[in-house]
């Protein structure tokens, strides 16, 4: 069997797509935020329209999925740890059904004004940017070719922060709270607009 030598050889230093990453807020972006509490069992939570799908497509194209957001129902004491991880599990073993590979998820469960073992502050915590630094140390991925896609104003601050770019749902031009100020590079009424127009912009996804 030929192969054509131009197909074996890697690219050209500076001339391939670099690591990337697409980090999604859990609540707001990948799932409809409860409006009755957390949910008590995973069939009751409701998933935005097309944004699985689009995941999967970006997860196809190259692009290292993430899932983030504080969980201040665990860290302040409203949920158990135990019910968490029971959720926790369900939406991972979800994603990987439908062929969605998640490269990690940030779940922060710790808040300074939360219930013990979780009153501590954490690296991890929104708006602290320890999540996408940890990710690029850990995953290789680099931030600047990276996005964010969210309806919360301190995941928004974290990426913009860092260096990623920033996709905010329900945002409309520069978004504030309290210290905190962050200057979407796209804005949506939903995450699955977000998403297509970040995907139509890379040539690696098909359409």
Request: a negative charge.
């Amino acid at each position: 069997m030929h192969h054509n030598r131009a197909q074996l050889l890697p690219p050209i230093p500076g001339t391939g797509t670099p690591p990337r990453g697409l980090f999604i807020s859990r609540w707001g972006a990948l799932l409809e935020r409860p409006i009755d509490g957390f949910p008590k069992r995973f069939e009751d939570v409701k998933f935005q329209s097309r944004v699985v799908e689009l995941l999967f497509r970006a997860s196809q194209a190259g692009w290292k999925v993430y899932v983030v957001g504080n969980e201040d129902d665990v860290a302040k004491g409203r949920i158990s740890d135990a019910h968490w991880e029971e959720f926790h599990a369900a939406l991972r073993e979800h994603m990987k059904a439908q062929g969605i590979t998640v490269a990690r998820e940030y779940a922060c469960v710790d808040h300074p004004a939360g219930k013990s073992p979780h009153d501590k502050d954490s690296v991890f915590l929104f708006p602290n940017t320890g999540a996408f630094y940890h990710a690029s140390q850990e995953d290789g991925i680099v931030l600047s070719e990276c996005w964010l896609v969210s309806d919360d104003v301190p995941e928004l601050a974290a990426a913009w922060r860092a260096g990623v770019h920033v996709a905010a749902v329900h945002a409309v031009g520069q978004r504030r709270s309290a210290d905190l100020q962050v200057e979407p590079e796209i804005t949506a009424r939903r995450a699955v607009e977000a998403l297509a127009e970040i995907l139509s912009a890379s040539p690696s996804v098909r359409n």
